[in-house]
């Protein structure tokens, strides 16, 4: 999620996408929005090896040739990681406060070069959920301090759940994963899909060995500046919906976090039907509450929780009736 300069940013987003500047939101996982809506092909650049964290393969099967974005049968997936057994939170009638944190928050200096941690405060006393990010801005690229966040959040008995930035490949991680995933790598969509799927998998085994314990792990959709998404929607939804099937095979559920206007931008008309976390950014508690309302549906699904910044920390609250079954959405440390 971000620092103070997305105001700024956010009004560029929104005279050239005509959005509001309340619908840009600060970004999961401390990246933030391009300059542009209509993202540059400018990639990531690799800064380790992915070689040696990768999570196992699995095997390949032929895309469907009726899909616009590549298809995977989850019965023909073997999930080689098994979810944690989830601790049920208590039931509520009322909502609930939270907070979301990654590598922004962890120590000064820790991070990739392009992702420097900033030191930001956590969460606040009231918060009673923190929701954590796996990735250090793009993909393959682990949160450098996710277990220490994981202790902390553990130490204060709060619920829990996880997040993680997708991003858009470069030439060189497509060549190394595009083959690798259970969709048809001949084709240009379906290399693209083995690459999401690949990006969860490493997200999923980063979070088990940080004992981070989630029902869900909500997919971070947005433009991010210098790891910015390609020009081409069909081909950012294809490593999206990767991504989705991936972490479904893993045995996780699923859902999105962005605004309508930002999803658009990036992978187009892509609906994944899954639960929403929607983000208002630098407004308020009563305009993330307002989010939460029918009108503000990103690709599909239901509200579950919104987002809104202030004082430098990222805060949520769950939207009404999600109270009444948090053991879906979160795990109780």
Not at 149 to 169: E, F, G, I, K, N
Not at 273 to 294: N, Q
Request: glycine residues 8%; proline residues 10%.
């Amino acid at each position: 999620m971000r620092s103070s300069t997305i105001l700024a940013t956010a009004v560029v987003l929104a005279s050239l996408a005509g959005c509001a500047v309340g619908d840009v939101p600060r970004s999961a996982g401390g990246s933030e929005p391009s300059a542009t809506a209509e993202a540059s092909v400018r990639t990531p650049q690799p800064t380790h090896s992915t070689r040696s964290a990768q999570p196992p393969a699995v095997p390949r099967r032929p895309a469907s040739p009726s899909a616009k974005v590549p298809s995977a049968s989850p019965s023909e997936q073997v999930p080689s990681i098994k979810v944690p057994e989830i601790k049920r939170p208590p039931r509520t009638k009322g909502l609930v406060l939270g907070g979301d944190v990654s590598w922004p928050q962890c120590p000064r200096g820790m991070g990739i070069p392009q992702r420097r941690a900033k030191g930001l405060p956590m969460p606040r006393p009231s918060a009673r959920f923190v929701v954590l990010g796996l990735t250090n801005g793009p993909g393959f690229t682990p949160n450098p301090c996710l277990a220490q966040q994981v202790q902390w959040v553990r130490d204060r008995r709060l619920m829990a759940a996880a997040y993680a930035v997708t991003s858009y490949p470069d030439a060189a991680t497509l060549r190394r994963f595009g083959d690798e995933g259970p969709y048809d790598e001949e084709t240009r969509l379906g290399a693209l899909s083995n690459v999401g799927y690949q990006q969860a998998l490493f997200n999923v085994a980063t979070m088990q060995s940080a004992d981070l314990v989630s029902p869900v792990i909500w997919i971070d959709v947005e433009p991010v500046t210098l790891f910015v998404w390609s020009t081409d929607v069909e081909a950012n939804a294809a490593v999206v919906a990767g991504a989705a099937q991936a972490y479904s095979d893993a045995g996780y559920a699923i859902g999105t976090y962005s605004t309508p206007v930002l999803w658009e931008a990036v992978v187009g008309s892509l609906s994944l039907g899954s639960p929403e976390w929607r983000a208002a950014g630098l407004t308020s508690r009563a305009e993330a509450l307002r989010r939460c309302r029918p009108d503000w549906n990103i690709q599909g699904g239901d509200a579950v929780m919104a987002q809104w910044v202030a004082h430098h920390r990222d805060l949520d609250i769950t939207c009404p009736v999600v109270g009444r079954e948090l053991h879906r959405w979160f795990h109780q440390y």
